[in-house]
């Protein structure tokens, strides 16, 4: 055996639904909390910790590795999108996760593959209205992977602020008996959310792009300061962020937590939430904001 095949001794790596069926059966007879980690591989230290949180919560830990193309406009980077199994599965097995699920895009998408799920409203703003399409979808994707995985709870990054807020919402309008665990951003020592498409940066957008994660620090402190004028507090967090020719920003706000409104005035908790380009690398952060 080689090496790489004696660390992964342990993880299972299933291209197909019955397959998939048939060990989460097995380890459900047994008496297993089932918790699936969804994801577009890439992996890098933030879908780790969704792992290890998924490890410490529930017995049998699945990973799924499923470069989404619903999810991706015409002009986005679905091509391009970084992907590495090796090195994905190597990550995975040093997590302690027991099967990576990493279907081909007909194994998702059959040919006559007609049904969509839209979560209304919820879907348009912010990065549906940046992406249209974006959402369907992520929703569909999610459902047919929790209806194939049937996880007991699934878990998710706070980074896809508005991601996680739909799928919440899709669990609850219609009855999906998984419970959403959402955990927190991870970070480079810096500031700067760790991102699958943080590789794209060269050293100068690298640094340029920690402006995200700075005027949401900066929108904190203005309302930790007793500021509530939220577009006094959007002008000031613009200006930082176009201190660079290279940043683009798609928006930079304040927005309520729940219903994901742009917020007017802050009144209670909020969520500080940008999207740029920085270069030709769209990037997005969020911050929560307690007054
Ligand atoms: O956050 C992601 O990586 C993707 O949007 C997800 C949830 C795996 C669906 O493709």
Same mark, same amino acid.
């Given at each position: 055996?080689?090496?790489?095949?004696?660390?992964?001794?342990?993880?299972?790596?299933?291209?197909?639904?019955?397959?998939?069926?048939?060990?989460?059966?097995?380890?459900?007879?047994?008496?297993?909390?089932?918790?699936?980690?969804?994801?577009?591989?890439?992996?890098? +230290? !933030?879908?780790?910790?969704?792992?290890?949180? &998924?490890? /410490?919560?529930?017995? @049998?830990?699945? $990973?799924?590795?499923? *470069?989404?193309?619903?999810?991706?406009?015409?002009?986005?980077?679905?091509?391009?999108?970084?992907?590495?199994?090796?090195?994905?599965?190597?990550?995975?097995?040093?997590?302690?996760?027991?099967?990576?699920?990493?279907?081909?895009?007909?194994?998702?998408?059959?040919?006559?593959?007609?049904?969509?799920?839209?979560? +209304? !409203?919820?879907?348009?703003?912010?990065?549906? &209205?940046? /992406?249209?399409?974006? @959402?369907?979808? $992520?929703?569909?994707? *999610?459902?047919?992977?929790?209806?194939?995985?049937?996880?007991?709870?699934?878990?998710?990054?706070?980074?896809?602020?508005?991601?996680?807020?739909?799928?919440?919402?899709?669990?609850?309008?219609?009855?999906?008996?998984?419970?959403?665990?959402?955990?927190?951003?991870?970070?480079?020592?810096?500031?700067?959310?760790?991102?699958?498409?943080?590789?794209?940066?060269?050293?100068?957008? /690298?640094?340029?792009?920690?402006?995200?994660?700075?005027?949401?620090?900066?929108?904190?402190?203005?309302?930790?300061?007793?500021?509530?004028?939220?577009?006094?507090?959007?002008?000031?967090?613009?200006?930082?962020?176009?201190?660079?020719?290279?940043?683009?920003?798609?928006?930079?706000?304040?927005?309520?937590?729940?219903?994901?409104?742009?917020?007017?005035?802050?009144?209670?908790?909020?969520?500080?939430?940008?999207?740029?380009?920085?270069?030709?690398?769209?990037?997005?952060?969020?911050?929560?904001?307690?007054?």
């Amino acid at each position: 055996l080689s090496a790489s095949t004696i660390a992964r001794q342990n993880l299972m790596v299933v291209e197909n639904i019955p397959s998939v069926r048939a060990e989460i059966g097995a380890a459900r007879s047994r008496g297993a909390r089932i918790g699936l980690v969804p994801t577009m591989g890439a992996l890098h +230290e !933030g879908h780790l910790s969704l792992m290890r949180a &998924a490890r /410490r919560e529930c017995d @049998f830990v699945a $990973v799924s590795i499923f *470069v989404n193309p619903t999810q991706f406009g015409p002009n986005e980077d679905y091509l391009k999108y970084p992907r590495d199994l090796a090195r994905d599965l190597a990550a995975c097995d040093t997590a302690g996760v027991d099967l990576v699920f990493h279907p081909a895009v007909p194994t998702i998408y059959h040919d006559d593959f007609n049904t969509f799920v839209t979560v +209304e !409203g919820l879907s348009n703003v912010l990065e549906g &209205a940046c /992406r249209p399409g974006h @959402f369907r979808g $992520v929703a569909t994707v *999610v459902l047919k992977l929790f209806n194939i995985v049937t996880p007991d709870v699934a878990f998710f990054g706070q980074k896809d602020y508005q991601q996680q807020t739909i799928i919440r919402r899709l669990c609850h309008d219609l009855n999906v008996p998984v419970d959403i665990r959402v955990c927190p951003t991870i970070r480079e020592a810096d500031g700067l959310a760790l991102s699958s498409r943080n590789v794209y940066l060269n050293p100068e957008e /690298r640094r340029v792009a920690l402006s995200l994660s700075r005027s949401l620090h900066l929108a904190q402190e203005l309302v930790q300061a007793g500021q509530t004028d939220v577009p006094r507090i959007r002008q000031r967090m613009h200006e930082l962020l176009t201190a660079s020719p290279l940043v683009q920003v798609d928006y930079a706000t304040l927005i309520h937590p729940e219903s994901l409104d742009e917020l007017v005035s802050v009144s209670g908790r909020c969520v500080a939430i940008v999207a740029a380009r920085v270069g030709q690398t769209r990037l997005i952060d969020n911050l929560v904001i307690d007054p």
